[in-house]
């Protein structure tokens, strides 16, 4: 035997209604509900309704148990349409659908086969993440003492400074300097006359280290960047 109950004129559209309405066609009575109890949709709450009414002819008028009941079919068929409009631009007024819809749901003795209702995805399992390896932190550079051009690294240093600071130094003697193995303000700060001497036959200057000022200019720019 197959119950039918109907709801006319529902004020949403037939699309968001279909959408509904298919979820719950050949689950139990009770799966159904459930599913529509926690749908947040208008459509879903006036489907439930119609659903309700139609368990309850069943009990009440036809002896029915509502246990052995599913949902056999429930569609969603448009109504007409309220039609109303909107100011738009240079006085002209546009169109706005307000659409209905006719519901229908039906529901039968369990001889139909019953769908599952929809269980939820299991959240993926988080693969166990691979352990950190420890980075090692790169060993310091040291410099070593040259009789000649006094404190040198071999390599540079991470605290490397921007000798180009110091006036007279452009990107090019940088550089050059940088390969000699100068790469701090204190290394120029520490230069003897005979390391000047030494510096201004490599660097093909005469005079310019001390007519410049350079260790004057390294020992200020030191302060400035390490406060001492």
């Known amino acids: 035997m197959e119950i039918k109950s109907t709801t006319r004129y529902a004020r949403f ?8 309405a298919r979820e719950i066609v050949g689950l139990t009575v009770s799966d159904a509900i459930d599913t529509l109890t926690y749908t947040p949709k208008k459509a879903a709450f006036l489907l439930n ?3 309700k009414t139609a368990v309850a002819d069943a009990e009440n008028n036809f002896d ?5 009941l599913i949902v056999k079919e429930a569609s969603v068929t448009a109504g007409p349409a309220f039609r109303r409009f909107k100011p738009r631009a240079k006085g002209s007024a546009a169109a706005i659908k307000k659409r209905t819809s006719h519901i229908s749901v039906t529901i039968a003795e369990g001889d139909v086969a019953v769908k599952e209702a929809p269980k939820k995805k299991a959240a993926p399992k988080k693969e166990a993440a691979a352990p950190k390896k420890e980075s090692k932190a790169a060993p310091a550079v ?7 051009l006094g404190a040198i690294y071999k390599s540079a240093p991470a605290d490397a400074d921007d000798l180009k600071k110091i006036s007279g130094v452009g990107p090019v003697l940088e550089k050059k300097l940088n390969e000699i193995g100068i790469y701090k303000y204190e290394q120029v700060e520490g230069w003897s006359a ?9 660097l093909s200057f005469k005079g310019r280290i001390d007519r410049e000022n350079w260790i004057d200019q390294a020992k200020q720019l ?3 960047k390490y406060g001492n």
């Not at 040291?142 to 000649?148: I, L, W």
């Open 142 to 148: 040291a410099a070593v003492t040259d009789e000649k």
């Open 49 to 51: 309704k119609t659903l």
């Open 64 to 68: 029915l148990d509502a246990e052995n």
């Open 222 to 224: 030191k302060e400035e």
């Open 194 to 202: 005979e390391n000047i001497a030494e510096f201004d036959d490599l």
């Open 13 to 20: 559209s037939p699309k968001k209604g279909r959408d509904v």
